[in-house]
Structure formats: C-alpha cells, structure tokens
C-alpha cells in the first residue's frame, strides 16, 4: 500500500467520523435514545450535563482503549494508540452534529422517530465509510475484538454482549441517577441496535466498490 493510499484511507476515515458523530447527535435530538455503545455515555451526559455528549464519549472511548490495554498486555500494538485522536475527533464532532441538529424543531413523537431513522441512516453511512477506510478500528469495535481474541470466541457474539451490556449499564446508571426512571436509553436505542447493521451493510453493497477505486486509484 503506497503513502498516498494510505494517506486516503485516513482522510476517508476522518468523513467516516463526521458523518457517524453527526449520526450519533441527530438520534440524541430525537430524546429515545442513541446507539448502544453510547447509551452510557448519553444517560452520563443527560445527568451531569455540564459536560457536553461529545466530551462524554471522549471519556469513555478513552475507558475502552484503557481496557483493550488491560485485556491485551504486550500484544497491543502502538498503533492502536491512534484510537486516541479519533475518539477525540468523534466527540468534537457529535458535539458539532448536536449544534446542527439543534436548530431541528421537534416537537411530536412522529418527528422523535423521523429524528432517530435519519440519524441511523447517517450512523450507517459514516460506518460503512470506515468500514472502507479499513485502517484504524474504533475504540468500541477494537475493544470487542481485544476480548474475542483473547477468549477465542466469535466477534459477532461477542459484539451482541456487549452492546446488551453497554444497555444494561446505561438503564442501571439511568435508575440510579433519576430515581428508577428511564432516562437516554428507550425505543431508539432498540431501533439503531436492530438497524443500523443493516444500514451499514445496504451502503458497503453499493459504495465499497467506486470509494476503493478512488483509494487505490485502479479504475
């Protein structure tokens, strides 16, 4: 792989984060909810809300890598300290996407739903976008992967308990801090678990192909 390529893919890979933190940001304006892997840090940012989303997942993208650390040992590779950056860039920019977001009046629970589709549409496209990139993983898929290498068991299922254990942290934070009340975690979440897979896979069908002839330059 040539500088140049490389120098592509993280370009392409810096728009993936936009688009999946403005993706992350128009789902939190619909109030039902983000994605699992930021449901604990939405419920933390709805509690102590002098720390903005975006600071919030900084944080725990930051907690993850330390445990990639902690589960892998010697075997994680300084490269994966890149992880660092873009989960700063992804926070910026979910903060940025709840500004623009912002200006979105939604004011019926018909708009909350139009509100969480549109952004796990946005999610999906920016994911399929590092998906192509194929350069540095994301803290929270890294960290998945950390632990089904270790423990030797399939990705997928590995992903499935954690996202279901990223939801049950961010409902028992929610309980705890609002009085047994469901709050940052409802019906959203469960739409952009279901979907945002399938969204992922229908953009990688139909974009991988044009996007990586422009990466490697081979028409």
Known sequence: MS????????????????FSGLGVAVTKHGELGVSPISSVANVLSCKFTAISLGNWLIIWNCILIVGQIIILRKSFKLIQLLQIPISFLFGYFTDFGSWLASFIPVESYAMQLVMVVLGVIILGFGISLSVIANVVMNSGEAFVKAISDTIHKNFG?????????CVVAAILLSFLFFGFKLVGTREGTVIAAVFTGVVVKFFTR????PIDALLTGNK
């Not at 500088?3 to 936009?18: C, D, N, P, Q």
């Not at 299922?157 to 254990?165: A, G, M, W």
């Not at 139909?206 to 192909?209: G, L, P, R, T, Y």
Request: with cysteine.
């Open 3 to 18: 500088k140049t390529e490389i120098a592509k893919r993280y370009v392409l890979l810096i728009i993936s984060l936009f």
């Open 206 to 209: 139909f974009i991988s192909k």
């Open 157 to 165: 299922n590995v992903k499935i308990c954690f996202d279901i254990s």
